[in-house]
C-alpha cells in the first residue's frame, strides 16, 4: 500500500469517532452544565419558597393588626392588661360563631409548644363570651402569628410628676411624663394607647400602636 493512502486511510479513521480525551471533556462540560443548572434551579426554588412564607406572616401580621385595631378602638372599663395578654370588654358586641353577643377579646403572647425552633412565640386571639352576665368558656381561638422570637405588649402612661420640670418658673404646674410601661398599676384608668412589639424569625417587624377611642373611668 503506498503512503499516501497509508496517510488517507488514517485521516479518514480519525474522523469517524471521537478520542478518549475528547469523551471525558465532553462528559466534565455536560457535568458541569447540569449542576449549575440544578443549582439555578435549587436558588430559585428556595427564593420562591421564602417568598411565600414573607408573604404568608405579612398576611398574618395584617390580620392581628386588624382585629387588634378594631378591637382595642372599643374597648371599654373592664381590662386586664400585662406585658404578655390584653383582656378587656369592648363597648360594641363581638362576633362569636356568627352572632353578636358581649364579651371580652384576648390577645395572648405564649411560647409556641408546636415551633420547630426553640423560644418561639405566638399570639393567640380568642372571645370570652358573657351570657346573663357570666363570663363563658373561651371560643374562637386563633393562631394569628407564629414563629415570633418576641411577643409583648407595653402602654402609655402619664407618670405623675415629683416636681416641676428644670427651669421652670416658681409656682408653674408640674408636668406630667409619659412613658411605655410592662405593667399597667392598679386603680389607674385604662390606658388610651397600646404598643404591640411582635418580632418575627425572618425580619423586624415594626411595633404599632392602636389607640382607644373612649376615656375610662378609675376602678
Known sequence: MSPTRTRHLHASVQTQGFTLLELVIALAVSSLVALMATA???FGLGFSSRM?????????TAQAER????????????VEVEERILRFTTAAPLLVQGAAMPGAAVYHCQLDEDADAPDRWVLMHYIIPMVDGR?????????LISNLTDCRFSFLRLRPPDRPAVGAPVGAAAVPTPEWVSKWPLGEPAPQLVRAHWVGARAEMPERVFAALRASAAP
Do not use: F, K
Open 40 to 42: 439555578a434551579l435549587s
Open 52 to 60: 411565600n412564607e414573607r408573604l404568608d406572616d405579612q398576611a398574618h
Open 67 to 78: 382585629l387588634l385595631r378594631e378591637h382595642w378602638s372599643q374597648r371599654a372599663g373592664q
Open 135 to 143: 363570663t363563658r368558656d373561651p371560643v374562637a381561638p386563633q393562631r
